[in-house]
């Protein structure tokens, strides 16, 4: 299964079972937060990868610097963390 697809689907589980999005935020305090984050994800059918949950923001900002002509100007610095902002937006609804 796509990543992408799984975040959507966890978002929409979580969004509907308070339980799981309390347990997804709480894994902020884990010793090990996106490892535990995956195993929750992957415990309720929606299976991430550690490795793939980390790359993916970064594959989307390389792409991005290949895509614009000649490269871009300007390397980024920083590239967005996918498990921060899930839990973000999760804290949000």
């Known amino acids: ?6 975040l959507e689907q966890l978002m929409r589980k979580a969004k509907a ?3 799981l999005k309390a347990r997804l935020i709480a894994t902020e305090n884990h010793k090990e937060p996106v490892e535990e984050f995956c195993n929750i994800a992957t415990e309720v059918g929606c299976p991430i990868a550690m490795g793939e ?3 993916l923001n970064e ?7 290949k895509s614009t002509n000649g ?14 902002q899930f839990i973000c937006s999760l ?3």
Do not use: H, R, V
């Open 17 to 19: 079972d308070s339980d």
């Open 53 to 55: 949950l980390l790359a």
């Open 59 to 65: 594959t989307f900002c390389s792409n991005l610097l």
């Open 91 to 93: 804290k949000m609804n």
């Open 1 to 6: 299964m796509d990543i992408n697809i799984s």
């Open 71 to 84: 490269g871009a100007t300007y390397p980024i610095d920083d590239w967005a963390d996918t498990y921060e």
